[in-house]
């Protein structure tokens, strides 16, 4: 297999290390908020307020600082968390990041240490903690309600990219608001995790890319219907390069060079396996603007390809049994998974339950059909929603009855592994759990971007 399979204990290692350090981390700047009360001289009355207040506004920096950390694609947390995990953690973190900064300039004012009023020339570092809190309201916003207020992909772009103006406002709002954070252990500690973000940040933008610029271009050899709604698009390196390392299940950031298409990149999941080191192949349903505009790609056009990501592989794993469950466009990461494991003539027990609405939109049918005659350790189980066929009566639906009669009981070393609509996970998640399958046991990913 081209790439080696991670050690699940390493992975666990790596995780508790980094919980760890992002633990130390907010300690220390929870003892600079509350530095106060580690002197030797008597705390004002209200300081306790005031102390809440200044932690909040330590902690919203730094997680300020992370946000753009987690979203730069860092293939090191990648490896480690997954893309999916890393963002929904963006999504948790700028959350509480905004509120730590709402509330910070209520508690500094709630003990009456400082007075509430109208703001003077010389208070411009609170004017900058004001823009500040309206920039992270602004993020938030647009990215929370995004669909209620119906913004398009490059409008919400265009707004969250205000958090880059965003966190220099902050820096500079928290360096001069208070001469203590000018000076001292204080300033060093600051200094150092400044650094650090700013190497961070230029690395993955600047470093990385130039780095591995050579194996991301990409030429479509074939570009066909695979079923309703569903295009196969067929990519080889654009040079005499071999393609990239990847395991069976990761997806890749795509973009490509037709006038027809938008060039913003997009996550999409890689259906063939890691064996076949000639083709790379993706299967793209037609849900929205971009992706509907893929009928426009033809042979020849160029492609960027960035990966691999994600950590939603059996490989990462150490399994005996396999279940695999999809729901639609769900089987992507199962077909590479499944065509690998046949490359590699594995002897596991696998077991593929595949939810769709009819036969055309099924992609790949015919070769599902010869994989379960020639690989004997699969079963195949189709569930077939608004079809009536020999086997199957329409309007049949992957429920908690229909799923503890095609699953069997929890045995260490199964896996589940779900990919489909975000309900169809959440829902299987939950029967599982009831039926007595740990939460360790099932794994999927969601492509909520």
């Given at each position: 297999m081209k790439s080696e399979k991670p050690l699940p204990g390493q992975i666990k290692a790596k995780k508790i290390l980094i919980w760890l350090?992002?633990?130390?981390?907010?300690?220390?700047?929870?003892?600079?908020?509350?530095?106060?009360?580690?002197?030797?001289?008597?705390v004002k009355p209200g300081t306790f307020s005031v102390t809440i207040g200044r932690v909040f506004a330590q902690w919203a920096v730094a997680l300020l600082l992370l946000q753009s950390v987690l979203a730069v694609r860092i293939r090191f947390l990648d490896r480690i968390f997954g893309l999916d995990r890393l963002l929904k953690f963006h999504r948790a973190s700028g959350i509480i990041c905004f509120l730590m900064a709402f509330f910070h300039p209520m508690l500094m004012y709630l003990s009456g240490l400082k007075k509430a009023g109208p703001l003077s020339s010389d208070q411009w570092p609170e004017a900058?903690?004001?823009?500040?809190?309206?920039?992270?309201?602004?993020?938030?916003v647009s990215s929370v309600w995004r669909k209620f207020f119906d913004l398009g992909y490059q409008s919400w772009l265009r707004l969250h990219r205000i958090t880059a103006s965003v966190v220099m406002l902050a820096l500079a709002h928290m360096f001069s608001i208070e001469s203590a954070m000018r000076s001292g252990w204080i300033f060093a500690c600051w200094l150092v995790v400044i650094i650090l973000w700013v190497c961070t940040i230029a690395a993955a933008k600047f470093f990385f890319p130039l780095r591995f610029a050579s194996g991301e271009s990409f030429v479509v050899s074939s570009a066909t219907e695979a079923a309703k709604n569903i295009r196969q698009l067929n990519l080889v390196p654009a040079k005499e390069n071999a393609i990239f390392d990847f395991l069976p299940g990761q997806f890749a950031f795509i973009s490509f060079d037709n006038p027809q298409v938008a060039k913003e990149e997009h996550p999409v999941t890689i259906a063939s396996a890691p064996d076949d080191r000639e083709n790379l192949q993706f299967l793209i349903k037609g849900?929205?603007?971009?992706?509907?505009?893929?009928?426009?790609?033809?042979?020849?056009?160029?492609?960027?390809?960035?990966a691999p990501f994600g950590a939603f592989s059996p490989f990462r794993y150490e399994v005996d049994n396999l279940i695999l469950i999809a729901g639609g466009i769900g089987i992507t990461p199962m077909l590479s998974i499944l065509r690998q494991l046949f490359h590699e003539k594995a002897e596991m027990p696998v077991k593929l339950i595949w939810s769709y609405k009819t036969s055309a939109e099924a992609p790949c049918f015919e070769e599902l059909e010869t994989?379960?005659?020639?690989?004997?350790?699969?079963?195949?189980?189709?569930v077939v929603t608004r079809e009536s066929t020999e086997q199957k009566e329409s309007g049949k639906r992957l429920d908690r009855e229909a799923l503890i009669k095609l699953v069997p009981e929890y045995r260490q070393g199964c896996l589940v592994m779900i990919c489909g609509p975000l309900k169809m996970m959440k829902d299987i998640r939950r029967y599982l759990l009831e039926s007595g399958y740990p939460d360790s046991a099932i794994v999927s990913e969601e492509f909520a971007f």
């Open positions: 350090l992002l633990f130390a981390v907010l300690l220390l700047l929870a003892r600079i908020g509350a530095r106060h009360y580690f002197r030797d001289t008597p900058i903690g004001a823009i500040c809190i309206i920039g992270l309201w602004l993020a938030v849900v929205g603007d971009w992706t509907k505009s893929l009928s426009a790609i033809k042979a020849g056009d160029k492609a960027k390809v960035i994989l379960s005659r020639n690989y004997s350790s699969l079963e195949i189980i189709r």
